[in-house]
T-cell receptor, first 114, second 115 residues
């Protein structure tokens, strides 16, 4: 158990649905991240929050909307997704937002868009 | 462009064989380097990391990695693999000339160890 939990673990949604992914870290970290893991591709960083402030948005389509109400919780709001958005979505946290800290990952949410 | 390359997509070994997984990066400047492992159905876990000091880094479960700055490489090694090492292995890099705080991952290497 890494101290980073994600819910739900599996999600199937239609292209017109709205859903949210939740991440919670119990490690006292100050930075949180969303990644997308697709088959045979490197992990893609989507969003970075450092002390609740978004510091990175790697050209992610607006159908993905992050929210970080506090340093322990991170959400990814999904709406009007496309089938190519099907992937494993990973949340991670680190002590700080610099390159000096390793990241701790949650188990991921397996998303299928139909 | 800054990138991380893992040369082997799938490696198949028998138990007790030696393992070396390649990782190269294209960053200039000072970097921090990581190897993560993802066992089937489990989350990504840190195997080892290099920030500074001795370029030969020892991690968990008998793994080690060597940072060779001149070759921009951080290869992962294990002298004798076990069936339980079957997993996907990811190399990751942070830092560089642009002080990039993003953790950039390679595409991963799937290791299958036959009993």
């Amino acid at each position: 158990e890494t101290g980073v939990t994600q819910t739900p673990r599996h999600l199937v949604m239609g292209m017109t649905n709205k859903k949210s992914l939740k991440c919670e870290q119990h490690l006292g970290h100050n930075a949180m991240y969303w990644y997308k893991q697709s088959a045979k591709k490197p992990l893609e960083l989507m969003f970075v929050y450092n002390f609740k402030e978004q510091t990175e948005n790697n050209s992610v389509p607006s159908r993905f909307s992050p929210e970080c109400p506090n340093s322990s919780h991170l959400f990814l709001h999904l709406h009007t997704l496309q089938p190519e958005d099907s992937a494993l979505y990973l949340c991670a946290s680190s002590q700080g937002g610099s390159s000096s800290y390793e990241q701790y990952f949650g188990p991921g949410t397996r998303l299928t868009v139909t | 462009a800054q990138s991380v390359s893992q040369h082997n997509h799938h490696v198949i070994l028998s138990e007790a064989a030696s393992l070396e997984l390649g990782c190269n990066y294209s960053y200039g400047g000072t970097v921090n380097l990581f190897w993560y492992v993802q066992y089937p159905g489990q989350h990504l876990q840190l195997l080892l990391k290099y920030f500074s000091g001795d370029p030969l880094v020892k991690g968990i479960k008998g793994f080690e990695a060597e940072f060779i700055k001149s070759k921009f490489s951080f290869n992962l090694r294990k002298p004798s693999v076990q069936w339980s090492d079957t997993a996907e292995y990811f190399c990751a890099v942070m830092g560089g000339v642009y002080n990039n705080n993003d953790m950039r991952f390679g595409a991963g290497t799937r290791l299958t160890v036959k009993p």
